[in-house]
Each structure stands twice: as C-alpha cells, then as structure tokens.
C-alpha cells in the first residue's frame, strides 16, 4: 500500500484532503483558527488549476463557493465562530437548490468573537440547526489527523452524492495539532462525483425527482437551468403548490435522513461489554479514549463511542450501547449541547451524565475519569 | 422589423409578476437585444440577481439563470465568472439590493474589476416589499418607513463604481430604451466590472406615496430631471442636486481579475516545471 508519512497540522490536512478530494475552487475569508486552510488552499490550487478567492466576507464566501459548485466545480469554504454565523444564510440557500459545498468551520470559543485562540465545541447546534427552515445537513467530527484527512475527503464525496452541504467541524486543538499522518496515495481514495444528467441539455430538468431522492446535476453552461432559493418544483421554477412544496422540503431531508447508515461512522472502543458508555466527539473524542483506557486499567468496564459523523445523529447505535449499559457519560466543551441528542436517543432507559466546560480549556482525561468513576 | 425576443423568452412563465407599466420590463428587453448584438449564444450567458422585484427577471429569460439571496448576486456571480472565465455573466439588481444590502460586494467587485456586467435598476425604493426607504430615495419624497418624508441622503450609483474602481460606468433612463441598450452593451463589450443604472418608474410603491401612481407621471417626472453629461458639465453641483445625470461617465481599461489570476496559475505551474 502506497502511503506516505507525513508531518502536518489538522487545518492543512483539510487543505492537503480536499485538493486530492477533487476540491478545484475555494472562497473564504481569514478568521482563526481556520486561516492556515485558507493560505494552503491559495498555494495549492494555483498548481492543479483550481480557483482560490479571498472575498470580502463570510457571506460572500459561502455565496462564491455555491456559484463555483453550480458551475460545475467541487468547492469549499471554511471558517470559525463568527464566520460560521455569517455563512448561515448562503448555506440554506446551497441546501435549497442542491449545490454541493463543504464547509469547514474550526471551532473557538464563542458566543461572538468569544475566545478566538482557544477551543471549543459551541457550534454544534449551529452546524445541524444554523440556518432558518427544516433542512438537513451533514455534520462529520474527525478526531486524529488521519481522520481529518479521510473525513474532509468523505465530506466532498457526501455533499457530492447527496448534492448537499457538508460540514466539517473541527475544534482549534485538531485544527492546530500538528503530527505524523499516513497520507494515503490518491489512487487508493474512492472519489465520488456527483451524478451526471443523461438526458440532452434541453430536456434536462434540475430537480426531477423521477430519478430518485438526488437528481442529477448538471453545471452551468453545460445544461443551462434557472434555479432559486424559492420553494420550485422539478423545472427549478418558483411554486407554492402546496402539494410539490411539501414533496420538495420531504425529498431533501430524506436525502440525508434515508441514507443514515451510508452516512454512520463511529469509532468504538470497549463497547462489547461497556457499562459505563461514554460518547464524546473530535479533540474531546480523543480525550476520552485515554479516559475510557485508563478506567479498563482500574477494573471499570468503560466504553467509548466517538461518531465521525455527528448529523445524522447515531440514535441506534447510542441506545443500543445505552441499553446494555448502568450510565451514559457525555463529554463536550460545551454547556450541554449533545448531551440533549444522547438523552433523545437514550429514551430514559439509562441515567446520562455529563462532563461540559465552556472556559476555552480542552476536557482533559482525568476530568472524564472522574466521572467515570463517579457513575460506576 | 421588429426584433424577435422569442427565443430569449420562457413563453411558459408568463404572465410575469411585475405590476402594468413597470419599467423592469422594459430593462429586460433592453438586456436581451443587447446580448443578442452582441452574438452570444444563450448557453453561454449567465444572468444572475438577488431578490426583488428587478430580481424576479432571470425567471423569465432563456440563460443559465440564478436567483439567489437579498443582496448576494455579484458574491454568486464571482464564484460563477471565477469558475468559467470563458463564459459571460451578468447581473440584475435592485437599489437596494445593489447598494444597501449588497453594498459591500459592489465596491469589491468593482475593486477586482472582475468581467461581470452589473445592471442595477434604481426605482428609488423597495418595491418588493412595499415602499420602504432605500439608499436612493430623493430627499423629502415619502416611504412607508419614511411617512413624513425621506431625511437620509442618497448614495449616487454612478460616483460610487466609479470611486471604487469600475472600468465601464453610465446611466440611462426608462425613457431611454435605445441608450439603455448601447449602454448595456458597451458594458457587456468592456472586460472588466461593468456598472449600469437604470431610473425606473415603481409608481405603485414610490408613485403613489408621492402623488404620481400612473406610470406616465412618474417617468414624466423622471424625465424632467434628466441631464445630458454634456450639459451637466457646465452646471453648478446646487443646479444638479436631484437630477439624473445620463450619459457614460467612464470607460477605461484596467488588468482584470479572472485574466490576473490565470496569469498567477500560468506563472506558478511555470516555476514548478
Ligand atoms: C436578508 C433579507 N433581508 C430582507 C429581505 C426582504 N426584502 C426582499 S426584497 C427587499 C428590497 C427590495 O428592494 P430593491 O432591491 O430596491 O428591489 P426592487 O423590489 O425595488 O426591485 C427586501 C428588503 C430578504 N429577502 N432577505
Ligand atoms: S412594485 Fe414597483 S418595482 Fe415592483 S413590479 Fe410593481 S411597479 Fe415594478
Ligand atoms: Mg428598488
């Protein structure tokens, strides 16, 4: 297997991922802790003849990003806290007319410009829930680096199979750790493209539902097609038949919530016979699998389940751990966020703790086995 | 003859929402005799806007059309011309669209003189959504968020690309179809960022809270306030306070954005052989 070892920070494995990924244009804006995507987006797609654009803010960002995917290109943008608030609107409007984009938002303490330096895991109802209407995203957490680079690089493959946005949530800490990755070679990467109209251009319809939940794509120019962030029907047009307006807002969530188990991806460790389960996610993922090693090494039965992807949230698999287990401890650096999907999904069957801090310091192990033990 | 707007025309989606005598209509034919001088092929051109009632136009002509979110066409526009440079794009938006909301992207994008042709229709309100103020009101004319009387100052479209760096900039009327034309065309013809005002009549938004809800009085009234650039030159800033200057007001030539960029990429691949 070809692979290489390489030394590299999180935010430019998600650079180094999505140009193999097929990423050839990228907009942004510079806020830490995300910018070092940005600066090596900017010197690398130059030198596979991809597009790089500093626009002049989040919104127009996003906005650029989407104009690139429709024109046929795969796109990303990415950002932190504030940014991420400004690219909400634009990311509903990708969402409503199916335009694939990754969005890569680098987590810092907020609320508002917050904690610039410092990490945090705030943002994670604003990554599933941030912008107006009922939509659907995808929502991956990557842990290691190698994860950050497989992630970022199934996070182009989902927004392109799906014809949707992509977020990929990182934290600071993942964002700046810097290590050994095991590069994979680009011809072992299943790159996933987005599905080709067959029809000639003028009988191409952008939204026709008879092919299924994803309708084929065709860019701009190739198949000329009107869209709009309006509610529209199959030609793209504007309608407010109630009737094909439900259908629509229908098809785009079971987009994502019909594929759920292409879409799940967990890390487990112990959980066979785990009576503690603890569920923890990206830097506080990696925390807690310390944690959960050393608990096992002091007789405590300890289990770990850390989702890659966060939304579609792992319902069955949280309560069927939950089930078999005498508590469920949740770790964020948040002031309880997740906590509430993981009582969702637990449906009372098992008591569910939390370890949540929100001050801009990483949740360290020991803090995760003191509840651990707390619980046993 | 006639000209034929057939072909550019999505027959299918009218009636159009725009109310009878609207100028927006008489915008969107100009646009499309002025790609067809120009012998572009349909497929070639996108026609991208933000939301209004000028925003409404893409709906109804036969280009690659894109009708995205309040103020953000050109930030979607550049994403589009930067991706296929070969292509040509072009923008409709509203005053408020343009200017207010969408205030920042206009200056960056006349900034990059990116080849986007912008056209923004000045009806000096916000039609969509029922006569509020916009950047443009006159002085003292009423809006539904300024009943007694508009007490801010205007931006000037004109002043404003031209300040920011436009290379192509000018201004027409609804009472000047055929200028409106050239104008768009020598807009579409410039490479590099395009800017193009168009004075239009909303009489059911800005006419009727100003005692001219019939169209004809409200582009008589915009008509009365015309001023040839040729004659406005030799005219005190006090004689054209409230006057719409006509003419072309800029056209020069300045490195363009995409052409930049391509030349960056041509010069990093070189060094890397
Ligand atoms: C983010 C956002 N804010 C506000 C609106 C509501 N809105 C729709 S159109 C419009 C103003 C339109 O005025 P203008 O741009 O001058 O276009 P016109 O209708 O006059 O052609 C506003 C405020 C919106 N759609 N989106
Ligand atoms: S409200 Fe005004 S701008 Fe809108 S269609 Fe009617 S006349 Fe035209
Ligand atoms: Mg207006």
Same mark, same amino acid.
């Given at each position: 297997?070809?692979?290489?070892?390489?030394?590299?920070?999180?935010? /430019?494995?998600?650079?180094?991922?999505?140009?193999?990924?097929?990423?050839?244009?990228?907009?942004?804006?510079?806020?830490?802790?995300?910018?070092?995507?940005?600066?090596?987006?900017? &010197?690398?797609?130059?030198?596979?003849?991809?597009?790089?654009?500093?626009? &002049?803010?989040?919104? $127009?960002?996003?906005?650029?990003?989407?104009?690139?995917?429709?024109?046929?290109?795969?796109?990303?943008?990415?950002?932190?806290?504030?940014?991420?608030?400004?690219?909400?609107?634009?990311?509903?409007?990708?969402?409503?007319?199916?335009?694939?984009?990754?969005?890569?938002?680098?987590?810092?303490?907020?609320?508002?410009?917050?904690?610039?330096?410092?990490?945090?895991?705030?943002?994670?109802?604003? $990554?599933?829930?941030?912008?107006?209407?009922?939509?659907?995203?995808?929502?991956?957490?990557?842990?290691?680096? *190698? /994860?950050?680079?497989?992630?970022?690089?199934?996070?182009?493959?989902?927004?392109?199979?799906?014809? %949707?946005?992509?977020?990929?949530?990182?934290?600071?800490?993942?964002?700046?750790? %810097?290590?050994?990755?095991?590069?994979?070679?680009?011809?072992?990467?299943?790159?996933?493209?987005?599905?080709?109209?067959?029809?000639?251009? *003028?009988?191409?319809?952008?939204?026709?539902?008879?092919?299924?939940?994803?309708?084929?794509?065709?860019?701009?120019?190739?198949?000329?097609?009107?869209?709009?962030?309006?509610?529209?029907?199959?030609?793209?047009?504007? %309608?407010?038949?109630?009737?094909?307006?439900?259908?629509?807002?229908?098809?785009?969530?079971?987009?994502?919530?019909?594929?759920? /188990?292409?879409?799940?991806?967990?890390? *487990?460790?112990?959980?066979?016979?785990?009576?503690?389960?603890?569920?923890?996610?990206?830097?506080?993922? #990696?925390?807690? &699998?310390?944690?959960?090693?050393?608990?096992?090494?002091?007789?405590?039965?300890?289990?770990?389940?850390?989702?890659?992807? #966060?939304?579609?949230?792992?319902?069955?698999?949280?309560?069927?751990?939950?089930?078999?287990?005498?508590?469920?401890?949740?770790?964020?650096?948040?002031?309880?966020?997740?906590?509430?999907?993981?009582?969702?999904?637990?449906?009372?069957? %098992?008591?569910?703790?939390?370890?949540?801090?929100?001050?801009?310091?990483?949740?360290?192990?020991?803090?995760?086995?003191?509840?651990?033990?707390?619980?046993? | 003859?006639?000209?034929?707007?057939? !072909?550019?025309?999505?027959?299918?989606? =009218? !009636?159009?929402?725009?109310?009878?005598?609207?100028?927006?209509?008489?915008?969107?034919?100009?646009?499309?005799?002025?790609?067809?001088?120009?012998?572009?092929?349909?497929?070639? +051109?996108?026609?991208?806007?933000?939301?209004?009632?000028?925003?409404?136009?893409?709906?109804?002509?036969?280009?690659?059309?894109?009708?995205?979110?309040?103020?953000?066409?050109?930030? =979607?526009?550049?994403?589009?011309?930067?991706?296929? !440079?070969?292509?040509?794009?072009?923008? +409709?938006?509203?005053?408020?669209?343009?200017?207010?909301?969408?205030?920042?992207?206009?200056?960056?994008?006349?900034?990059?003189?990116?080849?986007?042709?912008?056209?923004?229709?000045?009806?000096?309100?916000?039609?969509?959504?029922?006569?509020?103020?916009?950047?443009?009101?006159?002085?003292?004319?009423?809006?539904?968020?300024? !009943?007694?009387?508009?007490?801010?100052?205007?931006?000037?479209?004109?002043?404003?690309?031209?300040?920011?760096?436009?290379?192509?900039?000018?201004?027409?009327?609804?009472?000047?179809?055929?200028?409106?034309?050239?104008?768009?065309?020598?807009?579409?013809?410039?490479?590099? =960022?395009?800017?193009?005002?168009?004075?239009?009549?909303?009489?059911?938004?800005?006419?009727?809270?100003?005692?001219?809800?019939?169209?004809?009085?409200?582009?008589?009234?915009?008509?009365?306030?015309?001023?040839?650039?040729?004659?406005?030159?030799?005219?005190?800033?006090?004689?054209?306070?409230?006057? =719409? +200057?006509?003419?072309?007001?800029?056209?020069?030539?300045?490195?363009?954005?995409?052409?930049?960029?391509?030349?960056? +990429?041509?010069?990093?691949?070189?060094?890397?052989?």
């Amino acid at each position: 297997m070809a692979k290489r070892l390489e030394v590299m920070s999180g935010n /430019e494995a998600v650079a180094r991922a999505a140009i193999a990924a097929g990423c050839r244009f990228y907009a942004g804006y510079p806020i830490t802790p995300s910018s070092e995507i940005a600066e090596k987006m900017a &010197e690398l797609l130059p030198k596979v003849d991809g597009k790089f654009i500093q626009m &002049e803010d989040e919104i $127009a960002s996003m906005a650029a990003a989407t104009g690139a995917s429709l024109a046929g290109l795969k796109s990303m943008t990415a950002t932190s806290g504030p940014g991420f608030s400004l690219k909400q609107e634009n990311l509903g409007f990708a969402s409503m007319v199916e335009a694939p984009v990754v969005i890569v938002d680098v987590m810092r303490g907020g609320p508002s410009t917050g904690l610039p330096t410092f990490p945090a895991q705030g943002d994670v109802m604003q $990554a599933i829930w941030g912008t107006h209407g009922d939509h659907a995203v995808v929502v991956l957490t990557p842990g290691t680096l *190698e /994860e950050v680079y497989l992630e970022t690089v199934r996070a182009f493959n989902i927004a392109e199979k799906l014809r %949707t946005p992509v977020v990929l949530l990182l934290d600071e800490i993942i964002g700046h750790m %810097t290590g050994d990755v095991m590069i994979p070679d680009d011809s072992e990467l299943e790159i996933i493209d987005r599905p080709k109209p067959t029809v000639p251009p *003028e009988e191409y319809l952008p939204y026709d539902d008879s092919y299924g939940d994803v309708p084929p794509m065709g860019s701009y120019f190739e198949y000329p097609f009107h869209t709009t962030g309006l509610h529209h029907d199959k030609t793209g047009f504007p %309608t407010t038949n109630p009737v094909k307006c439900g259908a629509l807002i229908e098809r785009m969530l079971r987009k994502v919530f019909g594929n759920r /188990e292409w879409l799940e991806k967990n890390v *487990e460790h112990y959980t066979e016979d785990a009576e503690i389960l603890v569920f923890a996610f990206g830097s506080t993922g #990696l925390a807690a &699998e310390v944690a959960v090693k050393w608990a096992r090494e002091q007789g405590i039965k300890a289990g770990l389940l850390r989702p890659l992807t #966060l939304w579609p949230f792992p319902e069955k698999r949280v309560y069927d751990l939950a089930e078999k287990a005498k508590a469920v401890v949740v770790a964020e650096m948040n002031l309880g966020m997740m906590i509430r999907e993981v009582e969702r999904a637990v449906r009372g069957v %098992t008591p569910v703790y939390g370890v949540l801090k929100a001050n801009g310091q990483p949740i360290e192990p020991p803090e995760i086995l003191a509840k651990i033990k707390e619980v046993a | 003859m006639a000209f034929n707007y057939k !072909p550019y025309i999505r027959e299918d989606k =009218f !009636p159009n929402i725009w109310c009878p005598g609207c100028g927006i209509g008489i915008l969107m034919k100009a646009i499309i005799r002025a790609v067809h001088k120009m012998g572009w092929k349909r497929e070639d +051109v996108a026609l991208v806007s933000g939301i209004g009632c000028t925003s409404r136009m893409p709906g109804y002509v036969n280009f690659n059309t894109l009708h995205t979110t309040h103020g953000r066409a050109l930030a =979607f526009a550049t994403g589009i011309k930067h991706a296929r !440079p070969d292509k040509h794009v072009i923008v +409709v938006s509203g005053d408020g669209d343009a200017l207010a909301i969408g205030g920042n992207h206009f200056i960056h994008a006349c900034r990059r003189n990116i080849d986007i042709t912008l056209i923004v229709l000045n009806n000096m309100i916000y039609g969509m959504t029922g006569g509020q103020v916009s950047p443009t009101t006159p002085a003292g004319y009423r809006a539904s968020t300024m !009943p007694y009387g508009n007490v801010e100052p205007n931006f000037d479209t004109v002043n404003l690309a031209i300040g920011a760096g436009a290379t192509y900039v000018a201004r027409s009327t609804v009472n000047n179809p055929a200028l409106m034309e050239r104008q768009i065309k020598e807009g579409l013809q410039n490479k590099g =960022f395009s800017v193009i005002e168009v004075v239009s009549n909303c009489h059911i938004q800005f006419g009727r809270r100003n005692k001219m809800g019939d169209q004809l009085v409200l582009r008589h009234w915009i008509k009365e306030r015309e001023v040839p650039l040729r004659k406005a030159k030799d005219m005190s800033p006090e004689e054209l306070e409230g006057k =719409f +200057v006509i003419g072309t007001f800029v056209k020069k030539t300045r490195p363009e954005y995409t052409e930049e960029y391509a030349k960056m +990429v041509e010069r990093v691949k070189g060094a890397s052989k």
